[in-house]
């Protein structure tokens, strides 16, 4: 069985759907589809039952998983250890200020117990620059939130948050148990500088035109929100001051946390890095 098979068979066994597994591995799914068949062939056994939904592991499957990714991270601790033996011995990880996800912290200590004679820089970047550093060559992995332009670079999902809308808690809609965008229509938010990703920008100004304060950190936010009344948008499960309040919205699109790199970079600490990523925020 090759390497790049049982990438292909965890990923897979991860999304539990052949079109996201392809999605994610940047590739089509006829030769995604043909790669698990000939898997099954070599294990002489079906690995998946498959759905006009989706697919769910079979019990060989199962077992197949568990080694196929305690193989993975072997192989990806042994290329680590050679290169840092030929001197690649440290990566530097942009974050996107985003401080109380608990995932954060489970992912450094992961890494640590992993490559502990691994140089681990840390660039910790505002909201006008979703990929921290990525695109000017100042990091060599994001650990951040989608969407943004991907153009050049390869982005792994690692999570999805409902958002809702940050307001004032004496707000008349601070009580509500939910709301739609059409409902803020009238109101202020918070913007991000000229310059900011497009994609970025827009998503956090829930896909229209907004007039309101500029803002470049999380707590400039909250304090916009605090000061004038300005709505503005949020991960749900993130905690803020008791004079603000988080209503989820109801027709807004998932906030992604994900880890991205640029696209045919092939250092093995970035690899391993998203596969602990992955690991972790899956807890």
């Known amino acids: 069985m090759e390497l790049r098979t049982l990438r292909y068979f965890v990923a897979v066994a991860e999304e539990l759907h052949f079109g996201r597994a392809a999605t994610r591995l940047h590739m089509s799914q006829p030769p995604l589809s043909r790669a698990i068949k000939q898997l099954e062939a070599e294990a002489g056994a079906l690995l998946f039952t498959r759905s006009p939904t989706g697919v769910t592991l079979t019990p060989v499957g199962s077992v197949l998983l568990d080694e196929a990714r305690a193989l993975l991270d072997h192989a990806d601790r042994l290329r ?24 954060v912290a489970r992912l450094a200590a992961a890494y640590r117990r992993r490559h502990p004679g691994i140089d681990i820089r840390v660039r910790e970047t505002d909201l006008t620059d979703p990929t921290c550093g990525l695109r000017a060559g100042l990091v060599d992995v994001a650990l ?126 970035i690899r391993s890095f998203v596969a602990i990523a992955t690991a972790a925020y899956r807890h």
Not at 80 to 103: C, E, K, M, N, Q
């Open 80 to 103: 680590v250890r050679v290169s840092a033996a030929a001197g690649a011995s440290s990566i530097t990880v942009g974050i996107l200020a985003d401080g109380t996800d608990p995932g």
């Open 144 to 269: 951040t939130r989608a969407p943004f332009d991907e153009t050049a670079l390869t982005v792994r999902t690692l999570r999805a948050d409902p958002v809702g809308v940050v307001l004032p808690a004496d707000d008349p809609l601070a009580r509500r148990d939910g709301l739609s965008l059409a409902e803020l229509g009238d109101r202020r938010w918070f913007q991000f500088p000229q310059g900011t990703d497009p994609v970025w920008k827009s998503y956090w100004n829930g896909g229209l035109p907004r007039e309101g304060p500029m803002v470049s950190t999380v707590q400039e936010c909250l304090q916009v929100v605090l000061w004038n009344g300005t709505v503005g948008l949020a991960p749900l499960g993130h905690e803020v001051p008791a004079e603000l309040a988080v209503v989820p919205l109801t027709d807004m699109p998932p906030s992604r946390v994900v880890a991205a790199w640029n696209e045919g970079d092939t250092n093995p600490l």
